[in-house]
């Protein structure tokens, strides 16, 4: 199980840098995978300081999630928001009719449809 966990978060990361090596056309899929990380890391620290959480104990952990260290708290929030970006992926690769499709963040032109008009 950790292994698998680590390795979306290479994936991950190997994803967002070829992504960010064509920011130009790949605008959405950057912003989209840093808010996944910020996110991710900012839930696993309002939980670790929630008391409705404080005894919460994750699979393939032995301690409580308020005991675990700052930097374990981050590490943690990259892992989980990795593996639900990994999560996407594959549902994306599954659905041929990209029938769960969302639209992006943005455009590739940067542009948003309300302010299309206006430029």
């Given at each position: ?45 309002v939980?670790?300081h ?17 005991t ?20 996407v ?31």
């Amino acid at each position: 199980m950790t292994v698998l966990v680590f390795t979306a978060l290479v994936w991950k990361v190997i994803d967002f840098f070829r992504l960010l090596f064509n920011f130009r056309t790949q605008r959405s899929g950057v912003i989209t995978q840093i808010t996944a990380w910020v996110g991710g890391v900012v839930l696993v620290i309002v939980a670790a300081h929630a008391s409705v959480t404080s005894g919460l104990v994750l699979p393939g952990a032995d301690e409580p999630l308020k005991t675990i260290d700052f930097a374990s708290q981050i590490l943690l929030g990259l892992l989980i928001s990795s593996v639900a970006s990994a999560a996407v992926d594959i549902k994306q690769a599954i659905d041929g009719t990209d029938s769960a499709s969302k639209p992006p963040m943005i455009n590739s032109s940067g542009l948003t449809k309300e302010n299309q008009g206006s430029v």
